[in-house]
Every structure is written in structure tokens, then in C-alpha cells.
């Protein structure tokens, strides 16, 4: 149900196009009077996919798109922008607001997405990236932008209840729009939303961990009189960045006594760079031997890993400091770049046969598809081999299954033993957790009237709405 408020000048309604009760499909509106601002517009993944009666969801846009003024983008998951494509061709002409960085990774993000679900060729993906490219407006962090919805007060009113949000009649309706850093994937963003009577609207998009060493943490903002907050992991507790930091450096150590490869599925925005970044550490405090090959096999990974080194500005304290040590941290020397189909077929063939010790990280993050797919069903049934999972599985996803120590799972309509030693390490999520979710909400000085708690599974939500209360 949506959520409105309405006072003597103008009516408020919160409606959600996808991500209200699930981790993906993040599609959220903020309507007054009949004049619609979309935040993300998101691929449903996992059990998200499915409709009630366990069919394909549609990927059309299934919500009217005519009074829509504006779509903001948090940043570039697939769960968050993987239905730009559909709302463009439904006819979406209007402005597409983002940060610079998330301007430059959407088209790379967006690529893999038109090849295989819509089967484009190269000329046609082209076509429709640069007509994206052409909606998008970046707007930098910590700057006010306006957002025109009428030239004058739009005196329609509707007869829904009342509620606190109290405004005098403004000349226009206009919206100020801020982007302030998530701490999540680069680029990242939480949104304000300033309405006319100066209230402020903040739609969180997803948060990230605080202490993280790639990108500084998420600073609260100073009023929320409506605040939707994600909850992916409202319920749990991570482990610190030096608790990962050994938890990987064990891992590493015990699977090269007993030989075989390490895979690491990984989003190849965010997760990617993380590791990267944690192993260089470990190699060069020598914690690993550094002779092991980390061996990096997805192209849109190597293509947002430079665009991290294009922002390093955007970069914490911490990684600003290596840089000016001459450290290259998402660009050491043992990091091996794999390109092409056929070399990336050689690898996975080699593995299998020789099952030589290296360390892969390949995507995609929830063992949903990519090249990653090809390694566990070479390497899941040698009991040499190690998967890390390093960030959050859907349900109804091969990475939640082995999350969940399956013998067996299916992989291209084939059943594949499960003898690999399985690990999780919620260390390495780019969400926030329960305790910082708090913390970000208690952070807020002024507001705080109302909350939504969107984007987490059920027991996460109950959980982060029992202790924002």
C-alpha cells in the first residue's frame, strides 16, 4: 500500500514498483500531485524473478510512466538499474540523475544485460547506451539540484487522510535534489529529496559498511522528515574488516596445503575491488605467498576497476595513503586479467586437470550466470578446491544453495556434486549491517517522522523495525 501525506497544498505518495519486500527489483516513487520522481529502476534476481505462481516476471514496465518528471539512480547494482532498458522503451524521455562515477559505470553495467537478455548485437547495444548516456544529468556530491514539476501551484487535491507534513502554498512546485556518499559501490549515493515546504525526503539506496578501507563510510544526513532505509542485513552482525582480513589469509593458507584453486564470486562492481584490495594487502605484508596467481576473469570487472582508479578521488584515507606509497593496489603485479572466451575456457580446462593452486575471483557475485559458472562445474567436485562467498545470496540462486551446503546442485540442467569446501564471509558485504543501519538512522538530528524500511527479506525487516523503534 502506498503511503501519503497531504496537507492544504499538495499530496504525497510513496509507491514501490519493486524492492518493498524483497532485495532486488529496487523501483521506488515519490508522487506529488500526480507528478512521479522514480528512484532506480531494478532487475528482479532469485525467487524475486518469479511471480506468485513460480513464472518469469515480465521485464516490461508494468506501472504508468506518463507523469513521471525524473529518474534518480542510487548507483549501478543490475538490482538497481537493470530495467533501464524497459523503461526507455516504454517511452521514458525525461532526465536521469546520478553522480559522475555512476554516469560512467551505467552503460558498462548495463552492456552484458542487452547482450544476453535481449540478444543485441554490438551496433544495436550501442544505440540504445548512447541514447542513456544522453538522458543522464551527473550531479556531484553535496550539491543541490532543482527539479521542475509545474510552472505554478497545481491546485488538485485529492481526499486521502492527513498527516504531520505541513507546507504554505508554494509559487511552483519545485523539488531540490542532493546526492550525498552511500559507502557502498563507487559512485554510490543516498538521495535527499527537499519538498516544497522544505521537508526532506531521504531514500537511503544501499548503504555500506563503515571501517571499509576502499571507500569512506556513509555520513548520516542532518534531517529526515521521511526516511526509506534499506535492510538487506538488518538483522545481522558483520564481521570487522580485520576479522575478514584473517578469515581470507586462513582460507588462502589452508587451501594451498592441501593444493586446488580458491573461487571467489564476485560482483564486479564493488565486491571485486574489495578483494582485490585486501589481497594486494596480504601480498604485500607477505601474509601469502606472492607468487600465487590471482587471476581476474570477467570483463566488466577489468573495465570498472579502472574506472575505481579513473575516481580515486572518491577513494578513503586509507587507500589515498597507499597510492602515495607507490602501493597499486587494485593493480599489482600478480593480478592476471582474463579476456577472451578462449582464454578463459584454457584456464577453467587447466584447473581441471592440473588443479593447480591460484586464487580466482570471476563473476557474477550470486553464481547466477557469467564466467564463474564454468569454474564451479570444472572445480566443485574436487575436494580441493575453496569457494568464498563474500556477499549476499538470493533465494533461488546457486550461491544461496551452496550457501546453504547443498551435496548437489544443477548447473546448465546437469547435476554436480558438491565436494569443495564452502565459506561465507559477510565481512566482504558492500551493505551496511544491523548495527550500522542504527547508526546511520540515530545519526539523523532533526525529523525522523516517518520510516520505510524497503529492500531486505522479511526476517530483516521485522528485525531493523524492532530496533529502530
Not at 510552472?151 to 487535491?157: H, L
Not at 557502498?184 to 538521495?191: E, F, K, M, P, T
Not at 559498511?209 to 545481522?236: C, Q, V
Not at 585486501?278 to 606472492?290: A, C, G, N, T, V
Request: glycine share 6%.
Amino acid at each position: 500500500m502506498p503511503i501519503q501525506s497531504q496537507n492544504s497544498n499538495f499530496e504525497i505518495t510513496l509507491k514501490h514498483h519493486g524492492g518493498k519486500l524483497g532485495v532486488t527489483g529496487s523501483c521506488h516513487e515519490l508522487n506529488i500531485n500526480n507528478h512521479g520522481i522514480l528512484i532506480d529502476c531494478g532487475l528482479f534476481q532469485g525467487k524475486d524473478a518469479k511471480d506468485k505462481h513460480g513464472n518469469e516476471r515480465k521485464l516490461d514496465i508494468e506501472f504508468p510512466i506518463s507523469h513521471l518528471k525524473a529518474l534518480i539512480l542510487t548507483h549501478t547494482h543490475i538490482d538497481h538499474i537493470g530495467r533501464l532498458p524497459w523503461l526507455l522503451a516504454k517511452g521514458f524521455k525525461q532526465p536521469i540523475y546520478c553522480t559522475p562515477a555512476t554516469a560512467e559505470l551505467v552503460p558498462l553495467m548495463l552492456d552484458d544485460g542487452l547482450k544476453l537478455q535481449l540478444g543485441l548485437n554490438k551496433g544495436q547495444r550501442a544505440r540504445v547506451l548512447e541514447l542513456i548516456r544522453k538522458q543522464i544529468k551527473p550531479i556531484s556530491y553535496n550539491q543541490w539540484h532543482q527539479i521542475k514539476l509545474t510552472s505554478k501551484a497545481n491546485p488538485s487535491r485529492s481526499k486521502s487522510s492527513c498527516s504531520s507534513l505541513k507546507a504554505k502554498r508554494p509559487e511552483s512546485l519545485n523539488l531540490l535534489l542532493r546526492f550525498q556518499p552511500a559507502g557502498h559501490i563507487l559512485g554510490s549515493a543516498y538521495v535527499e529529496i527537499k519538498l516544497p515546504n522544505n521537508d526532506i525526503v531521504v531514500f537511503s539506496g544501499d548503504l555500506g559498511p563503515s571501517n571499509t578501507p576502499l571507500l569512506p563510510d556513509p555520513i548520516s544526513p542532518k534531517r529526515a522528515d521521511l526516511l526509506i532505509i534499506e535492510s538487506t542485513y538488518g538483522n545481522k552482525i558483520h564481521d570487522s574488516v580485520e576479522t575478514r582480513g584473517k578469515r581470507l589469509q586462513d582460507i588462502i593458507e589452508r587451501s594451498l596445503e592441501d593444493g586446488g584453486a580458491i573461487i571467489i564470486p564476485a560482483f564486479s562492481v564493488g565486491r571485486t575491488q574489495e578483494l582485490l584490495f585486501d589481497i594486494e594487502h596480504l601480498i604485500h605484508h607477505q601474509k601469502i605467498d606472492s607468487k600465487i596467481p590471482i587471476i581476474l576473469d570477467s570483463q566488466l570487472a577489468n573495465k570498472v576497476t579502472k574506472q575505481y582508479r579513473r575516481f580515486k578521488k572518491l577513494w578513503s584515507k586509507e587507500a589515498k595513503i597507499k597510492l602515495n606509497n607507490q602501493r597499486h593496489p587494485l593493480n599489482f603485479d600478480q593480478c592476471i586479467t582474463i579476456e577472451s572466451h578462449k582464454e578463459h575456457m584454457q584456464v577453467v580446462n587447466r584447473l581441471k586437470s592440473t588443479a593447480e593452486p591460484c586464487i580466482i575471483v570471476a563473476a557474477s557475485g550470486m553464481c547466477a550466470g557469467g564466467r564463474v559458472m564454468n569454474y564451479l562445474e570444472a572445480l566443485l567436485p574436487d575436494k580441493r578446491t575453496d569457494i568464498i562467498l563474500a556477499g549476499y545470496q538470493a533465494h533461488g540462486t546457486l550461491g544461496r544453495d551452496l550457501q546453504n551446503q547443498e551435496h548437489q546442485v544443477w548447473i546448465d540442467n546437469q547435476p554436480i556434486d558438491v565436494n569443495a569446501q564452502i565459506h561465507t564471509m559477510s565481512g566482504y558485504s558492500a551493505h551496511a549491517d544491523q548495527a550500522d543501519l542504527i547508526n546511520f538512522f540515530e545519526g539523523i538530528e532533526e525529523g525522523r517522522k516517518e520510516v520505510v524500511v524497503v529492500h531486505g527479506e522479511r526476517e530483516a525487516r521485522e528485525a531493523l523495525c524492532a530496533a529502530l523503534t
